[in-house]
């Protein structure tokens, strides 16, 4: 009986091995030794060099300027905002493939990218495209735990709860529990649940939408459209223009370097070996934390009641009163400044030439326009701002509540579909790398008065 158990293990995941022969495995096997080499010559040359110090104020106020994270998908610069693969924001736009017609990078596209360094051939493309295509669909018992859910619950819970659901198909989880991998065949099958859970995860979200907030009524996916098109479309926006507005969101959203909260919280969990699923279920939980993922639904708040307030067609002068009275109540401008940026958010320019090529007399995205004029000036006569201009989540509110989605919550979910391209492609690098588990140390009051006081708040 043992001896029977054990060839069916081992065919079993000699077939999951081969399952996937996309063009996007097939790089992957051929760059990983590459990269591996690189890393180890990286490790041996500057291993003992010390990137920077971390003072007392820094480790207790959220650890900001300490550069302790290998992340090596993208890269945040404060003056020139991120950059994917090395790649700004306005050279994704331009190199990276794009629905017949439209001016929006398509996400399949950015995902080659972020596992390879390099754009996709139109062949490479198609095929990641077809390949989420056939791992997407949802099979009934999935489907029925969904439509379960709670309409009451947040649609980051229930995202969140999905992805544990879905994880009894973890490829990984059940190879690990019988023993049939060695640390360098890891990535294979983190690549191979990272792709099922992109391919899955746009449906997902779209059958939530329906589930909370039209009745139940779930639209079939079209599998003649791309994945970003098709999840406006498992939506019930059916434009062009909204499905170009989602094939740029989710570019521009899916990656911002290691430390903001969920593709740290993802690459953190990921480093105990727990799959991707179990990963970025706890990266979505982040994400639905109001510090993080709630930024466009302050703004467009904002803006609406600055709007309720003041009426139709304000003059910048009463922008600028409006703006110093928030300032007074205590109270921060929502979609102004950033934690690391010190510029104007290249992704904010982006959805604004977004909306200026398709978007016409819609008072809200002319009040966004006429803010990016007012507001920083405002802001650079108040000292303590460090950085007066306007972040990505200044527009992109905006710009799905001018379509039509006036379900606030639901747009972190948007966010978290898009977040995911990123957060994949780490965890699957980093089991390529071999990271270690995460473990950095941590200090106490008493531990930082005796080091540097004289103990007198500790006798």
């Known amino acids: 009986m043992h001896t029977k158990q054990k060839s069916v293990g081992q065919l079993f995941f000699r077939s999951v091995f081969n399952s996937s022969h996309g063009l996007l ?16 010559d990286v490790r041996k040359r500057y291993g003992s060099k010390e990137i920077c ?3 007392v104020d820094q480790a207790i106020g959220g650890m900001r300027n300490v550069f302790a994270l290998f992340y090596d998908a993208s890269l945040l610069d404060s003056k020139t905002g991120i950059t994917m693969r090395d790649y700004n924001i306005p050279e994704l736009q331009e190199y990276l493939q794009k629905a017949e017609n439209g001016h929006e990078p398509l996400p399949e596209a950015l995902f080659w990218l972020l596992c390879t360094g390099d754009f996709p051939s139109e062949q490479e493309f198609a095929d990641v495209q077809q390949e989420w295509k056939q791992r997407g669909q949802l099979d009934s018992q999935t489907q029925n735990f969904i439509l379960s859910l709670p309409k009451q619950a947040h649609p980051m819970t229930m995202l969140s709860q999905t992805l544990l659901y879905l994880q009894k198909d973890s490829l990984f989880q059940q190879a690990y529990d019988q023993g049939k991998i060695a640390k360098p065949q890891y990535w294979e099958y983190f690549y191979e649940d990272a792709m099922n859970l992109l391919a899955k995860i746009p449906r997902v979200a779209a059958m939530i939408y329906r589930h909370k907030y039209k009745n139940g009524e779930i639209i079939s996916a079209d599998e003649n459209l791309d994945w970003a098109g098709n999840y406006a479309h498992m939506l019930g926006y059916n434009k062009f223009e909204v499905r170009e507005c989602l094939r740029g969101y989710l570019s521009i959203h899916a990656d911002h370097e290691g430390g903001n909260v969920s593709a740290h919280t993802t690459h953190l969990v990921g480093s105990a070996l727990a799959d991707p699923y179990l990963s970025y279920s706890a990266g979505v939980n982040g994400l639905a934390g109001p510090l993080h993922g709630l930024a466009n639904q302050e703004v467009l708040k904002w803006l609406l009641e600055m ?18 009275t928030t300032i007074r109540e205590g109270k921060v401008i929502p979609g102004y400044g950033h934690a ?19 978007i016409k007399d819609d008072p809200l995205v002319d009040l966004v326009r006429q803010c990016y004029h007012v507001i920083p000036p405002v802001l650079k ?6 950085n007066p201009w306007p972040n990505v989540d200044a527009h992109s509110g905006v710009l799905l509540y001018h379509y039509g989605m006036r379900e606030f919550q639901y747009y972190t ?24 588990i995460e473990r950095p140390g941590s200090i106490t009051m008493r531990w930082i008065e005796e080091k540097y006081g004289d103990n007198q708040n500790f006798k």
Not at 307 to 324: M, T, W
């Open 25 to 40: 495995k097939q790089r992957m096997r051929d760059l990983v030794p590459v990269k591996q080499a690189l890393l180890r």
């Open 53 to 55: 110090k971390v003072t």
């Open 307 to 324: 709007r309720d307030e003041l009426g139709e067609n304000i003059s910048n002068e009463k922008i600028q009163d409006y703006v110093l």
């Open 340 to 358: 690391v940026l010190r510029y104007t958010d290249p992704r904010f320019i982006h959805q604004k030439d977004f909306a200026a090529r398709h």
């Open 381 to 386: 006569t108040i000292g303590k701002i460090q």
């Open 413 to 436: 979910v948007v966010f978290a579909v898009s977040r995911a391209l990123g957060c994949m492609a780490n965890l699957i690098w980093s089991r390529a790398f071999g990271l270690p």
